[in-house]
């Protein structure tokens, strides 16, 4: 696997790959990677003739007093995992390559999408996703981008800046992955200890209730909030900050499941906050 840490490294070699008629899979992530993450290199893998996975903990995500200094980071495991799932090019650049310490150029979806959910709480975070992600796109150009369904919003605000910025690059949703017991994968699980790693349950318990719920028929969105909140609330080491129903795209609150609506939660389980949900059509 080649390692590339310059802009100009990743751009020379790709353009050689396209040169050959390859296609491109970019797989961007923050690093510490997990099955969750390998997944999404299996899926380019298998739908491009190169991929390319990102390495980056981007400051621009994350707001002072967020984990930006604690984000987990491990570059020799995630370059092991990578090079076993097939990946041909990890692009792992310092912050220095990717802003100028002047950048004064931002992408940002002006619309209340990224305001609902995590933007509640986190309200610059999606202007630094979609900022580095319009970055990333414009250094590895690729056919396709791969992204976990677990950061539902973010895959829905980055499907809108393609589609608004008409980046001609095919965004590729893939499944959440879980632990046995139903844990979402995350590279902040690391965080807890074994009691908050306990507590953390109440997600995908919720997670499974809704659900089962939806899929028994039930239609008034509400409802399904409710009893989620319920069962999230019976753990007392949990802080909910939001468990909500949105649709699918807009990401606009709904009160009945009509098209594609996204139930979507996030959870504080001590100083860890922790994000799941589950989809469904009508
Ligand atoms: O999902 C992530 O890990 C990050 O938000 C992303 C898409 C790599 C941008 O930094």
Redesign the pocket.
């Known amino acids: 696997m080649i390692i590339a840490t310059t802009i100009k490294e990743v751009r020379e070699q790709v353009a050689a790959w396209k040169r050959e008629g390859l296609t491109v899979g970019l797989v961007?992530?923050?690093g510490y990677l997990h099955e969750g993450h390998a997944s999404l290199v299996d899926a380019s893998v298998k739908a491009c003739d190169r991929t390319v996975a990102?390495v980056?903990v981007?400051p621009t995500?994350f707001a002072p007093g967020e984990d930006l200094e604690a984000y987990p980071r491990d570059f020799e495991r995630d370059c092991r995992i990578l090079t076993e799932h097939g990946c041909d090019m990890v692009f792992h650049p310092a912050v220095s390559e990717m802003y100028y310490e002047d950048a004064a150029t931002f992408v940002e979806i002006q619309s209340e999408m990224p305001k609902q959910l995590c933007g509640q709480t986190r309200p610059t975070h999606f202007k630094g996703?979609t900022t580095?992600?319009a970055k990333l796109f414009n250094i590895c150009t690729p056919d396709k981008a791969f992204?976990?369904e677990k950061?539902a919003q973010?895959l829905a605000v980055i499907r809108r800046m393609v589609r608004d910025l008409a980046f001609g690059i095919e965004i590729v949703g893939c499944p959440i992955v879980r632990e046995e017991d139903g844990l979402a994968k995350s590279s902040r699980n690391t965080y807890l200890n074994p009691e908050e790693r306990q507590a953390a349950l109440c997600l995908s318990k919720a997670i499974f209730a809704g659900k089962a719920m939806a899929e028994a028929g039930e239609k008034n969105a509400d409802a399904i909030v409710a009893a989620m909140t319920e069962i999230v609330k019976a753990e007392p080491m949990a802080v909910i900050d939001y468990i909500s129903a949105v649709d699918g795209v807009t990401m606009m609150p709904v009160t009945e499941i009509k098209g594609n609506t996204l139930f979507a939660m996030a959870v504080y389980i001590g100083k860890t906050r922790l994000i799941d949900n589950f989809s469904v059509e009508a």
């Open positions: 961007p992530t923050m990102s980056f981007n995500q996703v580095v992600v992204f976990g950061d973010q």
